[in-house]
Structure formats: structure tokens, C-alpha cells
């Protein structure tokens, strides 16, 4: 008799949406012995709702399910984070550092002590050959927050939804009849309820202090320097006919200056920090590649070099990107592969 294959036992993170729903439901309809996991990360009411629609989807399409405790560790490395960053005046990228930290660290980890060959999640993207590459549906596409992924990662993920658009995965959760059970589409800071700033009133010390333009003129009070983010529009609280946008924080003397003029947020080059680049070595630099500044971004020309402080990187665009942020991460491509990134200095 030959030898009998085994087949793959794949954990999906199943956080009660659509998307991975239907992840885990794909990769049961293809064979592998699939259970759902529901990552605890915090508390909160819409999490419980969250809990109970991912158990009824593992519950209707036959497979385990357990929940997964992980408060204790994304406190001290996503809200801890998310919090000194704002502290230090920058803007802050929670979901790249949990997908870093908690989503393919912490869960492969506790994958692989419970004997699975595989995580897989609902992300919008593509691994070939343990390289990442964008998903086949532009607009979802979510290669941007997995730049700090490597190969000892990439070789145990999955992302099935990497070759489906959102509508088709709509109508597969149709199809496999779980769309009944499915939650809502999450908010962009999951952690926080309601209003951001009320959030951050309860958790950060707020020193208020006057906002200049950039000749010094004086125009009026900021509540607390992070509240504000550059390129920021609303919500300065500056009356008198034309915007005013977010310019720069000056930290040392508690000023945020800001300026009437777009242009003035025009800037061809930035420094980034903590690179990581998904191949395991930095490529021959100088490099080409299309660089996003932040996820909305729409990907532009520049070459990267090496910077003159150590572990540090300079990119230069080939024409000027509108605010340019300290705290957002700086992404590199290819084409369509995703080469690594960094955090913008």
C-alpha cells in the first residue's frame, strides 16, 4: 500500500466577517482540515457580537472553534504602542504593528504548538513562493500592513481571498450560506469606541497650546498636539474663510503650525526607519520601486538609498507627495510584489 497523505491542518482566524468566513469556508471546501480561532483582544460589546457571529460561522460549516486570549499582549504591544507614538508626536499604524505582533507571531506561535501546518486570515493579498504580492481586487487590496512580514512567516500563512474580488466574495458567502451570520465591516482603530479624541482624553496627559502659521503669527489654541496629524483639515478649530491644514508639531515649544497653502505639504523625500524587507536581505541599492505613504496612497515613483545614520533609509520621489507623515509606514514595490517597507522618520 502507499504511503497515505496527510492533509494540512490549517487555523483561520475568524474575526465574524465575510471575508474570513468565507477564508475558512474556501480552504474546507478544498479539502484541509480546517479550525476557526477568535482572537480576544480587548473588551468591548461590538467584540462579544464579533465572537458569537465567527462561532455560529465555525458552528454552520462543521469545523472546530475555540477563542484565543491575547489582552494581555495587545495592550502592551498595539495600545501601548499606538499611545507612545502619539505622546512622541507621530501618527501611529496600529494594524501593521498587530499583524506584525499579534496576528502572524503570537497566533502562528500558538498555531504551531497546537500541531497546524498553517494560519490563514481573510487579508486581501497574495503569497507566491513565500513572496507577497497585491490581491487581485485593487481597491481591498491590504499588502500594505503585511510589509513587515518574512519568509519563516510567509511559508506557514495562507490567504485565500488573494485571487477574489470583494463581490465575489460576497456572493461565496451567499453561496456557502454563512452570509446570514456574518458581523459588519470593522472600523479602522478596532480598539477604540466611539470618537478617537474622547479615547485618548481618558489615557494621554493633554497640553493645550497655540497654533502659528509659519511665520510665527499666533491664530489660535490646539487641545493637545496629538490629536492632530499632518496634512489635517478639520477639526483645527481656526474660523476665518479659507482651510488651514497641519503643517508641523513643534514638540519642544508645543506649537502646532499650520499653513492656508496645499503646496506647503508637498515634499519629495523622506528617512524611514526599522526597514524591513520580506526577501531576508536588502536588495542592490540603489533601488527603484513605487513607494505608498500611507494605505489610501496611490503608489509613486522613488528610489531608495542608504542613509547616512545606520539602519536608516532614504527614499526620493520622483515628483512631490502630499503629507508626508512621521509614524505611517512607507511601503515598496515592484509591479504588483511587495518588497518591504518601513516606518517614516
Request: charged share 30%.
Amino acid at each position: 500500500m502507499g504511503k497515505i497523505k496527510k492533509i494540512p491542518k490549517i487555523l483561520t482566524a475568524m474575526s465574524g466577517g465575510v471575508d474570513s468566513g468565507v477564508a475558512a469556508a474556501l480552504l474546507k471546501r478544498q479539502g484541509f482540515n480546517v479550525a476557526g480561532v477568535f482572537l480576544r483582544l480587548f473588551d468591548s460589546s461590538q467584540l462579544k457580537d464579533a465572537k458569537k457571529s465567527a462561532q455560529r460561522i465555525a458552528k454552520f460549516l462543521g469545523i472546530p472553534f475555540f477563542v484565543l486570549d491575547l489582552r494581555k499582549e495587545f495592550k502592551k504591544k498595539i495600545i501601548g504602542y499606538f499611545l507612545k507614538e502619539l505622546k512622541r508626536g507621530r501618527t501611529p499604524n496600529p494594524c501593521v504593528v498587530c499583524n506584525k505582533e499579534i496576528k502572524f507571531k503570537l497566533l502562528l506561535k500558538q498555531a504551531k504548538k497546537r500541531r497546524f501546518d498553517f494560519i490563514a486570515t481573510g487579508h486581501y493579498a497574495e503569497i507566491r513562493n513565500t513572496r507577497l504580492f497585491c490581491a487581485k481586487d485593487k481597491q481591498k487590496d491590504q499588502s500594505y500592513f503585511l510589509w513587515q512580514l518574512n519568509q519563516k512567516q510567509l511559508k506557514h500563512i495562507l490567504f485565500p481571498l488573494g485571487n477574489y474580488t470583494k463581490k465575489q466574495v460576497r456572493d461565496l458567502a451567499e453561496e456557502f450560506g454563512i452570509s446570514k451570520f456574518v458581523r459588519p465591516e470593522s472600523q479602522d482603530v478596532c480598539f477604540i469606541q466611539g470618537a478617537q479624541n474622547e479615547f485618548l482624553k481618558q489615557r494621554l496627559c493633554q497640553k493645550k497650546g497655540i497654533v502659528a502659521d509659519i511665520k510665527g503669527k499666533v491664530l489660535g489654541e490646539h487641545q493637545g498636539l496629538c490629536f492632530y496629524t499632518i496634512g489635517q483639515r478639520a477639526g483645527i478649530g481656526i474660523g476665518g474663510g479659507r482651510p488651514y491644514y497641519v503643517l508641523d508639531k513643534d514638540l519642544k515649544r508645543n506649537i502646532l503650525i499650520v499653513t492656508r497653502h496645499k503646496k506647503d505639504l508637498d515634499k519629495k523625500e523622506l528617512i524611514c526607519e526599522k526597514v524591513n524587507w520580506i526577501s531576508g536581505s536588502p536588495y542592490k541599492l540603489p533601488i527603484k520601486v513605487k513607494a505608498k505613504i500611507r494605505y489610501r496612497h496611490k503608489a509613486a515613483l522613488a528610489i531608495i538609498t542608504k542613509n547616512l545614520k545606520p539602519k536608516t533609509y532614504h527614499l526620493k520621489f520622483n515628483k512631490p507627495q502630499r503629507a508626508i507623515t512621521p509614524g505611517q509606514s512607507v511601503v515598496f514595490y515592484s509591479g504588483q510584489q511587495l518588497l518591504g517597507g518601513g516606518v517614516i522618520d
